[in-house]
Structures are given as structure tokens and as C-alpha cells.
């Protein structure tokens, strides 16, 4: 595979080059899409009836928030939020930046916050009290991947895509020096 092909297809159990780096696939795209229907099943018979806000955590989420929208077969509203810890490195620095905020009142709304990955916990902690003071009817967590060898505080993860080992992981929204986001599939440098 080119590094031009890296992004666009699918990649399954193998090794991709991409520049001088070769990346090991973890998730394939068929193993991360059949996963989020099954989220989306879930969160459909979870929210039918509510008063149901998808709230994006910018920008690694995107792809998956995307995708998990359309598989939630309910009236749903959409908001987003950035915030940073990283910059440009692979650890979080534990310091959160909001640098979008919601453009509409919460309060009242069923929440269901959705973030590409919960490895320390102190940036789902820190979004989880900033919007419990903004009084949502509910507030919960759908993450697609879960790194708990990273946690430093305890979060509460309702809806989890899968729990992985302790890599640094790109692709499917996910990003290394903000590249790498646009790759259908999830991996980590070797």
C-alpha cells in the first residue's frame, strides 16, 4: 500500500506504510463501522423519547461522531465543543483549553457527550463538571476508544466502542501533529 492509498481503503491485520514510518493497524474500518451500529442500536432505545443533544468533542471525533449520529435512528441535535491537552504531543499535559464552546443552552436536554478517546480522564473530567453546571437533564459518555492504562481519575464511560492497550493511536479522527485524522481505520506507529 501507498502512502497516497494509506486513508482510503481498508486496511485488515496488516502493517501500512506511511512516509518512513510503517503503522500497524489495530481497527480495521469494518470492525470500527460495525461496532458504531451497534452503538447507535443502543443509544437509539437509550434516548428514544428525550430531548437528545450529541455533543462533538472537535476535532478527533468528528469521523466517529459522524457516523455514530447516522446510526442513531432518533431525532438527535448536534452541538460541538474543542478543547485541548495535547498541542502537538503525544501526552496529555492534564491543562484543558476550551477553544469552541456550545452555541445553545443545555439545560433541560439529555447530553450524550462523544469523544475519540478517554485515556487520562482529566479532559472528560474537566468537560463532565463544565456542562453539569449548565444543568442538561442528563449528561453521559460515549467514547470510541478507551485507554485506561493512561487513567489518573475516574470517569464514567457509558458507552464505549473498545478498550485498547497502551499505544499512541492515529487515525479515524485521530491525529498525530494533526495529520493523519482522514485514515479509515486506527493504528499506532511501530
Do not use: W
Not at 491485520?13 to 461496532?35: F, K, N, W
Not at 443502543?42 to 469521523?63: E, H, N, Q, W
Not at 475519540?116 to 437533564?137: K, S
Amino acid at each position: 500500500m501507498h502512502d497516497d492509498d494509506a486513508g482510503r481503503g481498508e486496511a485488515r491485520h496488516m502493517d501500512v506504510r506511511i512516509g518512513d514510518r510503517v503503522m500497524q493497524v489495530l481497527l480495521d474500518e469494518a470492525t470500527i463501522q460495525a461496532r458504531i451500529r451497534e452503538l447507535g442500536a443502543t443509544l437509539t432505545r437509550d434516548y428514544a423519547g428525550k430531548d437528545f443533544i450529541l455533543v462533538t468533542i472537535l476535532k478527533g471525533s468528528m469521523l466517529f461522531a459522524a457516523d455514530l449520529a447516522r446510526a442513531v435512528d432518533l431525532p438527535l441535535q448536534l452541538e460541538f465543543m474543542s478543547v485541548s491537552s495535547y498541542g502537538d504531543d503525544t501526552d496529555s499535559s492534564g491543562v484543558v483549553q476550551v477553544t469552541l464552546d456550545l452555541s445553545r443552552n443545555v439545560a433541560g436536554k439529555d447530553v450524550l457527550l462523544v469523544e475519540d478517546i478517554v485515556d487520562t480522564g482529566l479532559t472528560m473530567r474537566y468537560l463532565l463538571d463544565n456542562l453539569a453546571t449548565r444543568h442538561p437533564a442528563s449528561l453521559k459518555v460515549c467514547t470510541l476508544l478507551h485507554k485506561p492504562a493512561r487513567r489518573r481519575v475516574e470517569v464514567p464511560l457509558d458507552y464505549v466502542g473498545f478498550t485498547i492497550e497502551d499505544h499512541f493511536v492515529i487515525g479515524y479522527g485521530l491525529d498525530y501533529e494533526q495529520r493523519y485524522r482522514n485514515l479509515r481505520y486506527i493504528g499506532y506507529m511501530i
